[in-house]
């Protein structure tokens, strides 16, 4: 039974401003559940991970600051998730407020743009593995998925994408790393940290080649936008 159909009979059954009361609960607990649903339904994992990647590659510590990281991937978040998000207050919300809906049907309707967003970025691997384990036959369309296995195997398939494209950042950095290591060795200079040399070098490299563009052009393009992918 669905959230919809189970909270229709009670606001049927509650007398005068009932309905507004209810409705009113559901919606605070939604946004108590929103930061979850942000992280783990979208695809902020993806982005937060691999800027993370990039200031750790770059090895300055808290710079950018933590906020910025967050606040940039939310931003961005928010830029890939808007035609998707339009989708569901077309036909779910809107109509839902209007009163040719019911509650089920509008959360039912809400649910099948997000599905084919994270089905996009999901590995058939990742969702077979939920699905194989609940005894469940792959669906044959992706709006019939359960969202029960969709979403960690959404999870799933971001993290390792995630730490993909991680790798891929750091190897250039490591580089630098090694080849200052082996300069200092060689000079005798072994007591002198490389970290203190390669940092400024790896910060050049970075602004020489319009790093932080570079990235978020990366993300973008590894990401799904209004249905299609990137």
């Known amino acids: 039974m669905s959230p919809g159909s189970m909270l229709d009979p009670l606001l049927q059954s509650l007398p005068g401003g009932g309905a507004s009361t ?40 808290q710079i950018p600051p933590n906020q910025v990281i967050v606040g940039l991937a939310l931003f961005i978040t928010m830029f890939v998730m808007a035609p998707t998000f339009q989708e569901m207050v077309e036909t779910a919300l809107v109509p839902y407020n209007e009163g040719t809906i019911t509650l089920d049907e509008a959360l039912t309707k809400a649910s099948e743009p997000l599905k084919r967003f994270m089905a996009q970025s999901t590995r058939q691997k990742d969702l077979q593995l939920f699905l194989s384990y609940a005894g469940e036959k792959p669906p ?47 000079m005798g ?12 070098f790896k910060i050049l490299l ?18 799904p936008y209004g249905g299609g992918g990137g």
């Open 189 to 200: 200079m072994m007591m002198l940290p490389p970290v203190m040399i390669s940092l400024p």
């Open 22 to 61: 209810v409705f009113l609960l559901v919606a605070l607990t939604l946004l108590t559940l929103a930061p979850a649903l942000l992280i783990l339904m979208t695809s902020f994992t993806r982005i937060v991970i691999v800027l993370s990647f990039v200031r750790s590659g770059l090895a300055t510590q």
């Open 140 to 186: 044959e369309r992706v709006e019939d998925i359960p969202l029960r296995a969709l979403v960690p195997a959404f999870v799933i398939s971001e993290l390792s994408t995630a730490f993909q494209m991680g790798f891929m950042i750091y190897l250039p950095f490591i580089v630098i790393d090694l080849v200052v290591a082996s300069l200092l060795m060689g």
């Open 206 to 223: 970075f602004v020489l080649v319009d790093g932080w563009n570079l990235v978020v052009w990366t993300l973008l393009q590894s990401l």
